[in-house]
């Protein structure tokens, strides 16, 4: 690979952004990462990466044009991953979650206007996979979109942010002539690099105390370690084949047998009781992406890694 390319990745200091920012410091490029406050402490272990010298951090809000205009100039490509992260009820999700999201994924496609050679939208499975007509025994793949009226309906209200902007990305792109693909990531689990828990991280410490909190109350868990994420979004940015969407999930589980699996692994936590073993579940695939070469850990390495992560920062205690 040739030295010295500058990327840019949006929402630099969260789960998934740290662990791009630093498979590509790795790799030898130069990364523009947007954050809020370059100089918050949550920010703070994305200048202890190694080959920090080659990054930049740019005070930036996606809902502000000109700061993403500023990180983005000069960079080759863009990894689009700030995104509002909204699984509970929210109060007004039109301000909270749906504009935010839209609005400013239009403004880094309009941002990279010149100069950039590939975009990737990191969207989510939320995309696919609420879709009840859909059969059980097929497996949803990237030609299943999830139905709007049955999310709006229910007031999955991430969902929706999700597919309005994956939905508006598209268009955007193919209509300016932007080289877009999307990746969608299932439930991102994974050791932390930041000190603080986010969302999905949260829910997953809840389960293991006992409590179960949306997503952790649905009957099937679709899983992706966030280190495989971060391959993945490498890899089609670099694959010149990579065209259009691709699934991003490891595992699809029954909650209940993913219960059973942590206790087998972690006997002295408190397990929610689950009475779901008989509902059936759709599988998840990312056939598409392991044809480019996609790979990812056991589904016990990922645990571990994810459990003993939460216990050495102290989120989380053995009972």
């Known amino acids: 690979m040739e030295e010295n390319r500058k990327v840019c990745v949006t929402g630099a200091g969260g789960f998934v952004a740290s662990w791009l920012v630093k498979l590509l410091l790795s790799k030898g490029f130069i990364v523009h990462g947007t954050v809020r406050d370059p100089d918050n402490p949550k920010n703070a272990h994305l200048r202890k990466l190694e080959h920090a010298e080659n990054l930049r951090l740019f005070k930036a809000d996606v809902l502000d044009y000109e700061s993403l205009s500023a990180a983005i100039a000069g960079c080759e490509g863009v990894f689009h991953v700030a995104s509002p992260v909204v699984l509970e009820a929210c109060h007004d999700p039109q301000v909270e979650l749906i504009q935010p999201t839209v609005d400013g994924t239009i403004n880094v496609l309009k941002a990279c206007s010149e100069g950039v050679r590939r975009v990737v939208l990191v969207s989510s499975c939320a995309t696919a996979v609420a879709n009840p007509a859909w059969p059980f025994d097929k497996i949803m793949d990237e030609n299943c979109y999830s139905d709007k009226v049955f999310c709006e309906e229910r007031e999955y209200w991430y969902f929706i942010s999700k597919i309005l902007s994956e939905e508006r990305a598209v268009e955007y792109c193919k209509s300016n002539g932007l ?8 439930l991102v689990v994974g050791p932390l690099l930041q000190q603080t828990v986010n969302q999905t991280s949260e829910h997953l410490i809840e389960f293991l105390k006992g409590r179960r909190k949306l997503p952790m109350t649905l009957h099937v868990q679709h899983l992706v370690d966030a280190r495989d994420v971060s391959d993945a979004l490498l890899l ?9 969407r691709y699934i991003c999930n490891s595992f699809s589980i029954a909650t209940w047998e993913f219960c059973d699996k942590l206790r087998k692994l972690y006997p002295n936590f408190s397990y929610p009781k689950l009475n779901d073993k008989e509902k059936p579940y759709h599988i998840l695939g990312s056939e598409k992406l392991m044809q480019l070469g996609w790979k990812q850990m056991p589904f016990e390495k990922s645990i571990r890694d994810t459990v003993e992560d939460f216990l050495s920062k102290g989120f989380l205690t053995h009972n």
């Not at 089609?236 to 065209?243: K, L, M």
């Open 236 to 244: 089609v940015y670099e694959s010149p084949e990579a065209r259009g």
């Open 179 to 186: 080289d877009l693909v999307v990746v969608c990531p299932s």
